[in-house]
């Protein structure tokens, strides 16, 4: 990639070195995202494996932004776009494998879905809840994500990853400081790989269970809309889309994004709805569960980016 005027980022990522991935400035950040909407990413890279992503770091000077995207089912970038360089952890990252002893190998950018099926069709149970997560292993890692009875925390031996200073990094279970949506390994670091622990199962049996959740999802959630997955963390004790539907907010629009009918801790963007007006629906679902219930609801969607500025 050659240098290119006005965009400094740009021009710094020109001049590292040895490099392999493939790099792209001003690239568009709405078709990476479940949304489609958001501004550009100053820079957008996706490594050729997990050597490249650690020398691109080491090179990377420290105050450039780093925004790490899988699928982009949780992500909403604002219509400013991406202020520093969005990785993208592609095909490379996406190798799935049952192990002996009842283990699964992911790489950080496969899908839950796909983890899912390699561990059923292998007859590895515990691990079909990831059927019901619309991400990423990297995602999951990152917000011990989790959907029907089971998360993360539950089956993971350990993951593997890169810091910001380009070191590789190994967590132990222990090492992720796993609760409620979240780990505590820091921001910085981009995960690249995990391995599950499961238990013998019967394929048949798992592959039942998965349909049930198949099922289950469709029959209960918005599926194959634009939207980014549970849009509130549940509070302590409560469920996010009770205290939204109790607010008089299932429905509810600010131009063509809207609260699902179907599943009010949804978002929906029906087909031209900015990154504003998702995220100040969002606050404004906030605003009157607030003032409903008292229970300040916390955003699990990331929210990233510059605001656009007007003119």
């Given at each position: 990639m050659s240098a290119i005027s006005g965009n400094p980022v740009a021009d710094i990522v020109a001049g590292l070195d040895g490099i392999r991935g493939d790099l792209e400035a001003n690239a568009p950040m709405a078709p990476l995202s479940w949304f489609r909407a958001g501004g550009p990413a100053d820079v957008l890279f996706t490594p050729a494996d997990a050597d490249d992503l650690a020398s691109f770091l080491r090179q990377l000077p420290a105050p450039v932004p780093v925004l790490v995207v899988g699928l982009g089912s949780n992500l909403l970038v604002r219509d400013g776009g991406f202020g520093g360089v969005v990785i993208r952890l592609g095909k490379p990252f996406?190798?799935?494998?049952?192990?002996?002893?009842?283990?699964?190998?992911?790489?950080?950018?496969?899908?839950?879905?796909?983890?899912?099926?390699?561990?059923?069709?292998?007859?590895?149970?515990?691990?079909?809840?990831?059927?019901?997560?619309?991400?990423?292993?990297?995602?999951?890692?990152?917000?011990?994500?989790?959907?029907?009875?089971?998360?993360?925390?539950?089956?993971?031996?350990?993951?593997?990853?890169?810091?910001?200073?380009?070191?590789?990094?190994?967590?132990?279970h222990a090492d992720m400081g796993f609760s409620y949506r979240h780990s505590d390994v820091a921001?910085?670091?981009?995960?690249?790989?995990?391995?599950?622990?499961?238990?013998?199962g019967d394929p048949a049996e798992i592959a039942r269970e998965?349909?049930?959740?198949?099922?289950?999802?469709?029959?209960?959630?918005?599926?194959n809309t634009r939207t980014g997955g549970s849009t509130f963390k549940n509070p302590p004790g409560r469920k996010a889309w009770e205290l939204v539907d109790a607010a008089g907010c299932r429905g509810l629009r600010r131009g063509a994004a809207q609260v699902s009918e179907l599943h009010c801790n949804f978002l929906v963007n029906h087909g031209g709805a900015s990154a504003a007006d998702i995220e100040e629906?969002?606050?404004?679902?906030?605003?009157?569960?607030?003032?409903?219930?008292?229970?300040?609801?916390?955003?699990?969607?990331r929210r990233v980016g510059r605001a656009l500025l007007p003119g």
């Open positions: 996406a190798a799935i494998a049952a192990l002996d002893g009842h283990r699964v190998s992911a790489g950080a950018g496969a899908p839950d879905v796909k983890v899912a099926n390699v561990a059923a069709k292998a007859g590895i149970a515990g691990l079909s809840f990831m059927r019901g997560i619309p991400g990423a292993i990297g995602g999951a890692l990152r917000m011990n994500g989790g959907a029907y009875g089971g998360e993360t925390a539950d089956v993971l031996v350990e993951a593997r990853g890169v810091d910001r200073s380009g070191a590789l990094r190994v967590f132990s921001e910085d670091v981009i995960f690249t790989q995990a391995l599950f622990q499961g238990r013998p998965m349909a049930q959740i198949t099922d289950a999802r469709s029959a209960s959630q918005p599926v629906l969002g606050e404004e679902v906030r605003r009157r569960v607030l003032e409903n219930s008292g229970v300040r609801l916390e955003w699990e969607i």
